[in-house]
Every structure is written in C-alpha cells, then in structure tokens.
C-alpha cells in the first residue's frame, strides 16, 4: 500500500509540473495576432510554454516593452537602431504578411475590384468620395459599380499596420507623403477610426461602401471581399500566397541593419505592393533572463516547425538564412 501511495504521489507531482508550464508575456502587433496564437498553442507541448498575448497594437506593444511590463513587444514597423540601442532591445522579423484592402460593395466578389496606390490615395485623401466615382470606373469597366459613398476605416490605435499602408501610399502618392506621411499613428483626412486589425475588418463589413486595409489572415478569417491591386511593375494581382510569396523574394536582408526590411512597392512582376515582415521586440538586459530564453525557445520551435502553421493562414515563412541569422543574434545578445 505504501508502495502504491508513493507511486501514485510521483504520478501526480509529474502532471502538475507538466500543467505548471511556463508562462510567457507579449503585446503589440495585431498583424501577428493569429499567427502567434497559433504557434503557441502547437509548440505548448514541446516547449512547456504558454503565450500570453494581447494585440494592442504595434505601437502599445512598443511601449510596453520599453517599460518591461511584457516579456516581448511586437511591431509590423520596425524600430530604428538608435531606439533599440537606447532601450536596450533585440528586434528580429518573425513571418511575411501582406496588407490587403477590403471593401463592402453591394454586387462586387471577391477580387473583381482594381485598385491603385494612386486612387486609394485619392480615396484617403478624401478627393475620391462616391464608388462611381469617374476614375474608378474607367479603371474597372467590367463592373457595375453603384452610386454610394465611400466609407474609409483606418486604425484608431498606434498600429504597424497602418505604418505599412501609410508608407506604401507615401511611396506612390507625393501629396500624401508631404501632408500626411508614414506613421503607427497619423491625421487621417477623411473616415472614421476602428480598434484593431478585427475592428476594421467588422467595420467594412458592416457598413455599405466600406473600405479598409488589414493583415491577409484577417481578410480570410472574417470572408472579406479583397481587391485586385497594381504592382511596381504595372501589374494587376490578386492578394494570395503567390503574389506574397513573390514579393518576400525580392528582399535584400544583407542590407538592411536590425532586420528593419521595407517590402513595399516591391520590384517583380507578380508582387504584391503592400507588404510588410512583423518583428519581435526582446530585452537584452532582461530582469529574468528565463523568460527571454522561453520567448526564443516558442520562435526557435515556430521556425523550425511552424511554416505550415503560416502559410495556413497566409503567412510566408523567413528565408532560412535569415532564420540562421537570427538564431546568430539571440546567442550573442540574449543571456542567461
């Protein structure tokens, strides 16, 4: 019986350490948003980890691991190396997503709709206001467009992904860069603000001639109707794993310092223009060195076994030898 007793105090110390597993914080990018979960949730097991996330935005995750109130910050814009050195952070890129543009127009499917960084700038600007609008009927002969008004959604919240779209109209459109710029936040002329990449993607699709921009995986998961865009090379495509996928090839990371890519207006015929890689934000002096290592186990394990996980979800994975460049940075600048 004593035997038994201590055979079965043994089992149950054994299934609470496996229950006691190691909780890791994080907040920023709602980009990231369904990827992370995703992966943490299949590496649980392997690593004995479990994510805490919340997606604030790019720019509340930015913050809070600048006050070390997360264990890792999450940004789609990438923080500039004076920054990094001065809050003593290592940023490094995680996956690829493209930004989308969504729209809510009676009789319009799912990527019948073309569009230009010109004219969305126009349509942000507020110079582009009804759906038959001249300009945008010429552009899409083949569509009846109706007589309504357009409905911009931008972010409300310090956002990454509004970075991203902000930069890639600052790219195309003059005006836009010389008035409103590329920023997590700016003053938008004309529309109404949403919380959120979830916030804008409810947003569209509740409010007749809606448009907005959100990560893919959003687009996807709420069966929103995408459009088609022009590329740097003239080309009309569509948002899916091929056009994306074409546009991470065209990224020169031996260039770039911190990993702070740019994929916007990206050169290649099939490219989408509106792209960006999403980055984790970690202390190199953390108070609690475990934590940061548990933080790089959970990627460490998405990297290697977490593509499928992504391209699920429309996601395109790092090259692998920028995989190994990060695993060179977390050994020389993460301790403990």
Do not use: C
Not at 12 to 36: K, M, N, R, V
Not at 214 to 238: D, I, P, W
Not at 267 to 296: H, M, N, R, Y
Request: hydrophobic share 45%; charged share 15%; aromatic share 8%.
């Amino acid at each position: 019986m004593k035997l038994a007793s201590t055979a079965l105090a043994i089992a149950l110390a054994g299934i609470s350490f496996a229950a006691q597993a190691q909780q890791i914080t994080g907040a920023g990018s709602s980009f990231a948003a369904p990827i992370y979960g995703k992966w943490a949730e299949a590496a649980s097991t392997a690593t004995n980890t479990k994510l805490n996330y919340q997606a604030i935005g790019s720019g509340g995750g930015i913050n809070q691991i600048n006050n070390r109130t997360v264990d890792f910050g999450a940004s789609d814009m990438p923080v500039k190396s004076a920054d990094l050195e001065a809050h003593k952070l290592l940023q490094f890129p995680t996956a690829i997503g493209g930004v989308v543009i969504a729209v809510n127009l009676p009789g319009v499917e799912t990527n019948k709709l073309k569009l230009t960084g010109e004219l969305l700038a126009e349509i942000y600007l507020g110079k582009i206001t009804k759906w038959n609008d001249p300009r945008l009927v010429e552009m899409n002969r083949d569509i009846a467009l109706p007589n309504i008004a357009i409905a911009p959604v931008y972010r409300a919240d310090g956002s990454g992904t509004t970075f991203v779209f902000t930069d890639y109209l600052s790219m195309i459109d003059p005006t836009w860069k010389s008035s409103v710029g590329a920023a997590t936040s700016v003053k938008w002329p004309v529309g109404n603000g949403a919380k959120g990449s979830d916030g804008v993607a409810a947003t569209v699709r509740q409010v007749k001639g809606g448009i907005g921009y959100v990560e893919s995986a959003y687009a996807t998961l709420n069966k929103l109707t995408t459009t088609q865009m022009r590329n740097k090379a003239g080309n009309f495509v569509t948002p899916d794993m091929e056009s994306f996928a074409a546009a991470a090839a065209s990224a020169d990371w031996s260039v770039v310092k911190d990993f702070a890519i740019d994929l916007n207006d990206a050169q290649g015929a099939k490219s989408w223009p509106i792209e960006s890689a999403t980055f984790v934000l970690l202390p190199t002096d953390a108070k609690d060195p475990a934590q940061s290592k548990a933080v790089v186990k959970l990627f460490d394990w998405a990297f290697t076994n977490g593509n499928k996980i992504a391209t699920d979800l429309l996601y395109i994975p790092l090259p692998a030898a920028v995989q190994a460049a990060i695993r060179s940075a977390w050994a020389a600048q993460i301790k403990g």
